[in-house]
């Protein structure tokens, strides 16, 4: 896109009388404008194509930037750093017909980051509450115990610990041998494999039925995140919209824009009519003052 036709699209994205019908319709058209460009607006390198690597047992993610024919450039530069390389190693010149730039997490995050907020607003993200580097994980949440527990064995003691659990503890390990295999300097291809180990790890334990991911014969999938969340006996359905359960009365519920990740809408009779114990501290005492104060018949009493 020409810088003229960045801010127009952005002055469209901003206006308030557009749509989100209209705002879908702008971000397709930016897409494709974005497919057909050939070089960054930015630093003016050559822009090749982004894909999806098929049949690698992880998510591999690389980008074409040395096939083309604006691209000969660069590769007449690869080649030339290469060259004492290849006399000691002749194979290097078969590989460099098929190479390619690896897009490693830390290499998407650092793009990401790049990124300029009147960008996101073109590619219809907010900057405020959403920024793209936001999509790449850096740190893993690690549920409660209530979450994810251990079950008593009833012959020879022991228990049965939660399928996240032992994704979590497989994690750890995957995660310290990586880190020992960098600090002691092996071979580049060690490191490589357990950097995939560990995006396999990791992504199992969101969704244990990865789609592209090698499954171990005899094993069945884990249930991860994903698998706890959906479907008849996820959380939702199966927990909140009918299932009988302590502090809950039946209702339909629906999820809201307005709400938070941790809450659910119920009808104003059924929060008049439902309670739930609450210990007096001197953190909640104004706030359950007030509610005895509103009494039963306003909410919240």
Request: proline letters at 7%; hydrophobic letters at 35%; glycine letters at 8%.
């Amino acid at each position: 896109m020409t810088e003229y036709d960045r801010k127009q699209t952005l002055k469209k994205m901003r206006n308030t009388r557009t749509d989100a019908l209209g705002k879908a319709s702008i971000f397709k058209k930016v897409i494709e404008k974005c497919k057909k460009m050939r070089t960054c607006p930015y630093c003016n390198k050559p822009n090749g194509t982004v894909k999806k690597v098929h049949g690698a047992p992880t998510l591999k993610i690389v980008h074409e930037k040395y096939k083309g024919r604006h691209m000969e450039g660069d590769l007449e530069e690869l080649i030339e750093s290469l060259q004492g390389a290849m006399q000691i190693n002749p194979e290097i010149n078969h590989a460099l017909r098929v190479a390619v730039e690896d897009l490693l997490p830390t290499r998407v995050l650092e793009l990401f980051k790049g990124i300029t907020d009147d960008d996101c607003e073109v590619l219809w993200v907010n900057p405020f509450i959403g920024r793209p580097e936001n999509l790449v994980l850096e740190n893993l949440l690690v549920p409660p115990v209530p979450i994810r527990p251990s079950v008593a064995m009833d012959v020879g003691g022991g228990s049965n610990e939660d399928d996240l659990t032992v994704k979590l503890l497989e994690i750890i390990n995957v995660n310290v041998a990586l880190e020992l295999n960098m600090t002691r300097n092996p071979q580049t291809k060690t490191i490589m494999e357990g950097w995939d180990v560990l995006q396999s790890q990791v992504s199992q334990y969101i969704n244990g039925d990865m789609p592209g991911l090698k499954k171990e014969m005899g094993h069945k999938p884990i249930r991860g995140l994903c698998q706890r969340l959906k479907g008849k006996q996820g959380r939702f359905r199966g927990n909140l919209s009918g299932k009988r359960v302590d502090f809950s009365a039946r209702t339909v519920i629906s999820p809201d824009p307005n709400l938070k990740i941790n809450q659910v809408g119920v009808p104003v009779h059924v929060a008049k009519t439902m309670t739930y114990p609450e210990c007096v501290s001197r953190y909640n005492i104004e706030k359950l003052r007030e509610r005895v104060r509103n009494g039963p018949e306003n909410h919240p009493g």
